[in-house]
């Protein structure tokens, strides 16, 4: 019989991690279960490790030649045949063996549920350091409707990938790994999987993220930062487009709040170099109108983006370039009450500043 459930689990020169990963796996509870280790021509001696585990649920895949990681994973999750699907990396472990049977249980007694999380922890030099602060979505345990998380979810990622197990029919209904997203891909995949489902969330950590300079994050970052960045630009507009599609209407301004979001950030960055991930406004430009031809999306996004490169010129001290923003913010979406009392402030002078920082620093206290 087919096991309920597949651990994909993406191996490249991480064989001295592997055990760990693989051992936090068979000392589940929940023993109904296949372990697909996914070598994708690794140079090290995964095979020799592999080939320690004597437990028959393990199963050992070498590819030749080397695929990348995305098409791995894609064959690693065609080749599964549980009803669910927990892709995990080599270089990760679950920190308690009771997690896939609470994963289980919540799916099997949620059938609209497309796939369930928790917050992850932090390991470094094979400490625990910490929950990770912006995996943490509720203080117990929760169904969450997919397209009310979708709204916050668009605009950034807070979902651990290790901590994911999906139903197969997702990956096989909805989507696989996009090949054009070597660095959004999970990040994709939870976003539109939440459009078409609810989502599970249990609040315990369960799952260890580790950070170290193998890791794919990191690898993916030294390769092409400048891809990593506009993978996170394209993302809001390729699920603007989905969420038309699919008719829910009422989603389509988180997406575009989420695209300006993204695109004054970068661009703020570029001002003030304070990132090495940037854009100039006439890159901004250039997206903007690849990515919508409607003049009114258009403007409702530079508004938000002028507006936010009025506030870091204003906190930087460069009230003239602030006071040319909030203008241009205003002409492009007269209807924002906060920014015309920011300029008002503006405009009034030192009392108008006073009144402006000693209200952030209320706020603060």
């Given amino acids: 019989m087919d ?37 994708d021509c690794s140079p090290d001696n995964t095979p020799e490790v592999a080939a320690s585990f004597t437990d028959p649920r393990v199963k050992y895949v070498r590819n030749d030649p080397n695929l990348g990681h995305l098409l791995n994973y894609n064959k690693g999750i065609n080749m599964s045949r549980g009803t669910y699907v927990w892709l995990i990396s080599a270089d990760d472990y679950l920190r308690r063996p009771y997690a896939l049977e609470r994963y289980v249980q919540l799916m099997d007694a949620h059938p609209e549920v497309g796939f369930v999380f928790c917050p992850g922890v932090k390991v470094r030099d094979g400490q625990e350091v910490g929950t990770l602060g912006y995996s943490l979505h509720a203080t117990r345990d929760k169904i969450f409707d997919g397209r009310k998380l979708l709204a916050t ?34 990040w994709y995949l939870w976003c539109v999987f939440a459009l078409h489902a609810d989502v599970g969330y249990l609040s315990e950590p369960m799952v260890c993220y580790r950070e170290h300079e193998l890791s794919m994050t990191n690898k993916l970052m030294d390769q092409d930062l400048d891809h990593c960045t506009w993978e996170d630009i394209t993302l809001p507009w390729t699920m603007k487009r989905k969420v038309q599609e699919r008719g829910y209407r009422h989603l389509v301004k988180n997406c575009l709040d989420a695209a300006a979001y993204d695109y004054a950030r970068r661009v703020a960055a570029k001002r003030y170099k304070t990132s090495t991930s940037f854009m100039s406004l006439d890159q901004f430009e250039d997206s903007l109108c690849k990515n919508t031809s409607n003049e009114k999306e258009r403007d409702w996004v530079r508004a938000r983006v002028y507006a936010a490169l ?3 010129d204003y906190w930087r001290g460069e009230l003239s370039l602030a006071s040319q923003f909030y203008t241009l913010a205003l002409r492009k979406e007269p209807w924002m009450p906060k920014i015309w009392a920011k300029r008002l402030l503006l405009s009034s002078g030192r009392l108008g500043n006073l009144l402006r920082r000693g209200r952030v620093h209320l706020l603060r206290e």
């Fill in 3 to 39: 096991p309920k459930v597949t651990f994909v689990v993406p191996c490249y020169k991480l064989a001295h991690l592997l055990p760990e990963c693989v051992n936090s796996i068979l000392a589940q509870t929940f023993s109904d279960f296949e372990i697909l280790i996914m070598d």
């Fill in 153 to 186: 979810l668009v605009k950034e990622n807070t979902i651990v990938a290790a901590s994911g197990m999906v139903r197969k029919a997702c990956y096989d209904s909805i989507s696989l790994f996009p090949l054009d997203m070597p660095w959004g891909g999970d």
């Fill in 310 to 312: 009025a506030d870091a």
